[in-house]
């Protein structure tokens, strides 16, 4: 019976947090109010205080467990290459999933500088893992521009991504992605506002983890390393 009670509090307890995971990473980069934003951080942070005290064995993940939450991996796209390119050019690869734009000025260059980090430390379980970067800026973004980009941070497991607006709509939404491009300026420049959450897929294409930009490098090497040697 208490054997029950505890599986059930646990599974209440991980619907809570990935509700407000989801809900706090489809709010757009830097258009939480702030306290608003000191909420979500309390009441993940309490989330997480009550996971710790009710597990008696260390959780085999660091970041979200997302698995039987989201979609399996679906897309066709332009790659940075200028081909097409779909889920199925990356079978048998832990693929992880960025949605950003080249001229994004502080998120989006900091977590790709990030994730190359990631791969570096994995060493060798590098080898099959793909790191797509999904433009929300198509009219900019074209793929000569976005292979200049990607190649800057890793261009041994980055991928540029870019295509239609409707193609980049239907992809975001499948995902949860919020962006919106913001008021052209005097000279005609603009920026994108977007959510900043990494979606990691399995060898499978299944979707079994969502990182944050400011989760720690040790928590993506633990996690995409375990995902590899399931591969």
């Not at 900091?110 to 080898?127: I, N, W, Y």
Request: some cysteine; glycine content about 6%; overall charge negative.
């Amino acid at each position: 019976m208490r054997h029950y009670a505890g599986r059930r509090m646990k599974a209440l307890r991980n619907r809570l947090y990935f509700s407000i995971l989801i809900f706090a990473t489809a709010m757009p980069h830097q258009s939480m109010p702030p306290f608003f934003d000191r909420c979500v951080r309390l009441v993940v942070g309490a989330t997480l205080s009550v996971s710790l005290a009710a597990c008696h064995h260390e959780e085999p993940w660091k970041l979200t467990d997302v698995q039987g939450h989201l979609p399996d991996l679906d897309f066709a796209l332009t790659s940075d290459a200028g081909k097409q390119i779909s889920q199925a050019n990356l079978a048998g690869d832990v693929t992880l999933v960025y949605f950003g734009y080249t001229h994004c000025p502080d998120v989006c260059p900091e977590t790709l500088a990030k994730l190359a980090q990631v791969t570096h430390q994995l060493g060798g379980a590098a080898q099959h893992v793909k790191v797509l970067f999904v433009s929300v800026d198509p009219a900019r973004d074209t793929p000569a521009v976005m292979h200049a980009y990607v190649d800057a941070f890793d261009a041994k497991h980055d991928v540029g991504l870019t295509g239609s607006d409707s193609a980049i709509k239907a992809l975001a939404q499948r995902y949860r992605v919020a962006y919106q491009a913001d008021k052209p300026r005097a000279n005609g420049g603009y920026e994108v506002t977007h959510s900043s959450a990494i979606y990691i897929f399995d060898a499978k294409g299944h979707a079994r983890l969502i990182g944050a930009d400011d989760d720690p490098v040790d928590a993506f090497v633990h996690d995409l390393r375990q995902l590899a040697d399931e591969t």
